[in-house]
Every structure is written in C-alpha cells, then in structure tokens.
C-alpha cells in the first residue's frame, strides 16, 4: 500500500529517552515536534499534507503525560489516521525506576508529576499507572534501563531506515578544498591527494576546473591514479555501512589539492557520482574552487 506519509508518536515514561529519539528522528529527515497538545494532532496532519512540507520524510510527534488524552482521543485519531491513509507507528519508551531516578539527580530538573508533598519516586509511580493505557496500545516498547543514548539511536535507526537506501540515515557532506586556504575543521575524514598528476602545469586545463570531464580524464588517465580511485570506492563502500551502525547520522570527507580547483574538485565529483549510485544521500561542497 502507498501511503501518504509517515507518522511516529513517541511516548513513555519521563527520563526514559523521548527527547533523545526525537532527535534521532529528526536526524532521519522527520518533521518533529514535542510536547503539542493530543488535539492538535489531526490539524497538524492536514499542515502536513500541504506541499510546502513534502520534503520530510515524515511527522514525529513527542506526547508525554501532559499532553495525552485519556478519553475518546486515541480511537478518534486512529480511525482519522487510517481514513487519511498515513502510516503510523506508537513507540513507547521504558526505563527502571532506579535508572529513572538516577537521570533525574543528574539532570536536576523536575518531573513533569512532581508537585509539593510528592516526591519524585510517587511522581514516577503515578506516570507508570496513567501511561498504562497507552503502552498497550504501543507498537514497539523499548526498555532503555540499559541503553546509552548511542544504543538508542541504533535501535530506532535500524527499525525506520529505508530499505531502498543503503544508509538513508547518513548524510554525508563532500568537500573539496585547497591547502595553501586551509584544512576544514570540520571534516572527519582528510585525503591529501597531492600526489596525483596536477592539471595546473598544463596550459589547456589550467583555467578549466575539476567538474570539466577532460580534467578528470587527465587526472585519472593512468595506471596509478585509476587504481588509486579504485581503492578509494572500496575504502568507502566498506567503512560507511560501519559508521551508520554505530549510530553516526552525518560524515563529511575532505578532498585536498593544493588550490583546491583541479584534484580536489574532480575526486568530488567523482566520489559523489559513485555514492549517489549507491543510494548514499549526497551533499557536495567546493569550497576553494573559485580562489584556487
């Protein structure tokens, strides 16, 4: 069946991990937003529906015990929800209570129950007894007593990201970049690729740049460069699949020359091209090429 879109109402107990998931969700290219009132749901679905918010990949809503309509709410939802022909799933989020009460101490912020003459144990209790309800109607209940906030990302990215994208879940940025202007400090990966034949000492290329074909025919026009590339697709067709499961949601890799207009921006391209191929989301960056 095609649905419309994707909705994902995440719940649980306070100081179980609801604002980290939503993170997570966001990351995953959802439209989040936590804490908005239950009867606000089905207008924000008709928002939603409107083009101007087709761009996400789906809606992910936090709800907690302030917000959670214990009447007739959830049926009337389901029953639109199904109508609408969205997709949607109830995540409810668990921890212990020992585990409960030691993040609170950390954080030193107060339960959303907690009021004068109640303490923070009866607040938790009373949460579990009310919330009981909505976590028999949950479609998947994760116990984070024992999860860090990494095992947490990998759980849920493992359940929603897609199956025709390798890592839907990670973005990875490409930039190319000149020496002599600097590394950037922001890449996790540097390449220097310095060592590969430099367009620059031939005059019919040197005003040309690294997105014209014959530059980087030239640049990859031998045995070792050729191989070199070869290389490079194995190196990442096997280590990005690694990052995405220990949780990483964005990876950029810098490819350096010295000007940052010839070596750089065709080893760019060229990667980019490749990990398009292979469903990667792409984003491409040419950072010194006009000043190279």
Partial sequence: MNYTFSLVLISGLSGAGKSTAL??????????????????????????????????????????????????????????????????????????????????????????????????????????????????????????????????????????????????????????FGFKYGVPLEADIVLDLRFLPNPYFKEELRDLSGQEKIVQEFIYGNKESKKFLEKLKEFLEFTLPLYAKEGRYRLTIGFGCTGGRHRSVATTELIALFLREKKYLISVEHRHLELG
């Fill in 23 to 176: 993170k997570v969700f966001e990351d995953l290219g959802f439209f989040c937003i936590d804490g908005l009132p239950f009867s606000l749901i089905k207008p924000l679905i008709e928002l939603f529906e409107q083009n101007s918010l087709k761009k996400y990949r789906g809606l992910a809503l936090g709800i907690d015990i302030r917000q959670f309509d214990f009447g007739s709410g959830w049926d009337e939802l389901e029953s639109t929800l199904k109508k609408r022909n969205v997709y949607f799933e109830l995540i409810f989020l668990e921890a212990s209570e020992e585990i409960i009460v030691k993040r609170y101490f950390t954080t030193r912020r107060p339960h959303p129950l907690s009021s004068e003459g109640k303490g923070l144990e009866k607040a938790i209790l009373e949460e579990k007894q009310k919330l009981s309800v909505l976590r028999e109607k949950a479609h998947l209940v994760i116990d984070t007593t024992f999860f860090s906030i990494h095992d947490l990302r990998r759980t849920l990215q493992e359940k929603w990201i897609c199956h025709d994208s390798v890592c839907a879940g990670l973005r990875v940025h490409l930039i190319s």
